[in-house]
Structures are given as C-alpha cells and as structure tokens.
Nanobody
Framework: QVQLVESGGGLVLAGGSLSLSCAAS?????????MGWFRRAPGKVREFVAA????????YYSDSVKGRFTISRGNDRATADLQMNSLKPEDTAVYYC?????????????????WGQGTQVTVSS
C-alpha cells in the first residue's frame, strides 16, 4: 500500500523560501512512478505545480512556478522535494504530494492514484 506524507509547510513573507518534502512508502521498486505536487487555494480548484520522473531526470512545472520552484527526487526514489523560492501571496494554498504509476507525466490530478494529506503554505505580503 502506497502512503505519502508531506512535511515542511508554514508561514513565510513574500519573497521568502520554503521547502516541502514528500516521503513515500510502499512504492514497488520495479515500477515507474511519477511523483507530483499539486495545490489548492481557498475557493479554487486543485492545480498542478510540478512533477518528477522515477529517475529524477525529467521534471515539469506549471508556468506559474517555473523558474521559482524546483522539484527533485531523492536518491532512494522514496522522496520528492519541492524547493520554493521567491514566494508570492498567490502561492498560498494547501500543497499535496501525489504519485502516479506510469512512465508518462500528467498534469491532471485525477490521474494520480495516491495522495498525501496536504500541508499548508501561507505567504504573507
């Protein structure tokens, strides 16, 4: 059974940085998993933020975070970290880690079968 646990959220001033981490357990070593980060702001739909391939060699970002966020995969493939720099108030949301058993990336949240509980990120102006 795959379980994802996020950590690292919090409150930061605009322009600051935060790092989120997602610890995964139960991933089958022989399978390829894409791991992604999504977020949902109050009153808005869940949106794609970033994703990383099993090897860590392929990364994808939404236009809204490109150049400011960096997603990476741990050497043991069991973690997916999101380094967030130059944070803006509009980045305020609950951030969710997700995993998808596939060699292909997807920005659609419904194509990810496994989800963490979410961690709050608040950026104040």
């Amino acid at each position: 059974q795959v379980q994802l646990v996020e950590s690292g959220g919090g409150l930061v001033l605009a322009g600051g940085s935060l790092s989120l981490s997602c610890a995964a357990s139960g991933l089958t070593v022989s399978s390829d998993y894409f791991m992604g980060w999504f977020r949902r702001a109050p009153g808005k739909v869940r949106e794609f933020v970033a994703a990383v391939s099993w090897s860590g060699g392929r990364t994808y970002y939404s236009d809204s975070v490109k150049g400011r966020f960096t997603i990476s995969r741990g050497n043991d493939r069991a973690t997916a970290d999101l380094q967030m720099n130059s944070l803006k108030p509009e980045d305020t949301a609950v951030y969710y880690c997700a995993a998808r058993r596939s060699k292909e990336m997807s920005v659609s949240w419904h194509e990810y079968a496994y989800w963490g509980q979410g961690t709050q990120v608040t950026v104040s102006s």
